[in-house]
Structures are given as C-alpha cells and as structure tokens.
C-alpha cells in the first residue's frame, strides 16, 4: 500500500516570501502521479499542481512548483511571492497508475502573515 | 467552472432519518468515483468508490448499510447516509476523474456538510 507523509503540521510564511511544504511517499510502483491540492476554509478541494512520475522536468504552475525526487520519493511544493489567499490547508496525494483511488497525506497548515 | 457538482452542500437531519448526497460529473462520463469523509482538521478518508452499474467497493471499517452508495448513471453518485447519528456529522466530499484509469486530474464537488441533530 502506499503511503503519504507530510511533516509539517503548521507552517507560516511572510506575504511576498517564499515557503516550501514537504511531502515524501512510498511505494513500489514505477508509473504514478502525485498531487497537491490546496483546501480554504470553505473546504473545497482546489488542485493546485500535478506531477506526472514518468516526467523527470518539475512541474510549474506560476507562482507553485514542485521538486520532484523521485529516487528519493520526495515531492515537495515551493509556494513564491506568497499571498494572503494562499492560506490553507495543503495536501499532497498520490494516485497509481493503474488505479483512481488517491491516497492524502494529513495536511499541512499554511499561514501567510501579513 | 465547477466540473464536478455536489448537492447539498449543506443539510441537517434529525437522527433516526435518512439523508441523500448527490454527486454529479458534469461534462463527462465517470465510470467510477470516490466518497470521502473528512472529520474536523483531518484529512480525507476514503470511504468508498462507487462504480457505474455494480456495487460500491467499501473500505475497511466503513458501514455498508450504512452508508449507501448508488451510481446509477455515468454522471451521477448518490451517497445515502441511513438512520444517521450525531456521530455521523461530518464533512463528506466525492470526487471523479476525466479518464478512467489515467492519471488525469481528480476533480473534487464542492463538499457536503452533514449536521444530524
């Protein structure tokens, strides 16, 4: 089975600098995809970046981008030039391949202070 | 916009009654979806997927007669919550993917929040 593991329960970051949330996965499988999404308070699960593991190039998403290691099966979110509306709750997930069922880590709570 | 709808987002029961959720894909076929339940600062559990034509695949420790779970259609989940609790109030969210089996993006409804009084 496969596992997700974010370390961070809480972090807080200055509006316009920069914060990165880790998140490191297990498995077995060669071809999966892995996620993060982002949930306000109004718990809307809004997909914030995609990485697709056959891949080797980070995916980016304008001020979101990931460090995929994938040898080391860690898969961080770097958040730039943070923004008040960039506080949430940040999962990282995983999705195999061959299946639909997504596996969440348990969050890790973003603060952006003014 | 919204690709996959959930209704109601929110709803209060009595205990004893029963309470349907809808989930709705709505610009494409999902064969199959997801129910998740999320209780306060937690993350998504899932509880269930439900499949187009054929019963639901429950997880470990999930109720199934509790918990029914109806895909009559390739755009449309029903997640029937039955002689609901107060422990039964949650936040339950579904969720569907474009394709099946490809990693394409999981969409997610909007959330149902579940008050049983």
């Known amino acids: 089975a496969q596992t997700v593991t974010q370390s961070q329960p809480e972090m807080s970051v200055q509006e316009a600098e920069t914060v990165t949330l880790s998140c490191t996965y297990d498995?077995?499988?060669?071809?999966?995809?892995l996620f993060w999404y982002k949930q306000p308070p109004s718990r809307q699960m809004i997909l914030v970046i995609r990485q697709e593991a056959y891949k080797q190039q980070n995916a980016t998403e304008n001020r979101f981008s990931v460090n995929f290691q994938k040898a080391a099966k860690s898969f961080s979110l770097k958040i730039s030039d943070s923004q008040l509306g960039d506080t949430a709750m940040y999962f990282c997930a995983f999705l195999s391949g061959g299946y639909q069922k997504v596996t969440f880590g348990i969050g890790t709570k973003l603060q952006v202070i003014p | 916009g919204a690709v996959v709808s959930q209704h109601p987002s929110r709803v209060i029961c009595k205990s004893g009654t029963s309470v349907k959720i809808e989930c709705r894909s709505l610009?494409?076929?999902?064969?199959?979806m997801f129910w998740y339940r999320q209780f306060p600062k937690q993350s998504l559990m899932l509880m269930a997927t439900s499949n187009e034509g054929s019963k639901a695949t429950y997880e470990q420790g999930v109720e199934k007669d509790k918990f029914l779970i109806n895909h009559a259609s390739l755009t449309l989940s029903t997640l029937t919550v039955t002689s609901a609790h107060p422990e039964d109030s949650s936040f339950y969210i579904c969720?569907?993917?474009?394709?099946?089996?490809?990693?394409?993006?999981?969409?997610f409804g909007e959330g149902s929040w579940l008050t049983v009084v």
């Open positions: 498995t077995s499988e060669n071809n999966y995809y």
């Open positions: 969720s569907a993917s474009r394709e099946p089996r490809a990693g394409n993006t999981i969409y």
């Open positions: 610009d494409f076929q999902a064969t199959t």
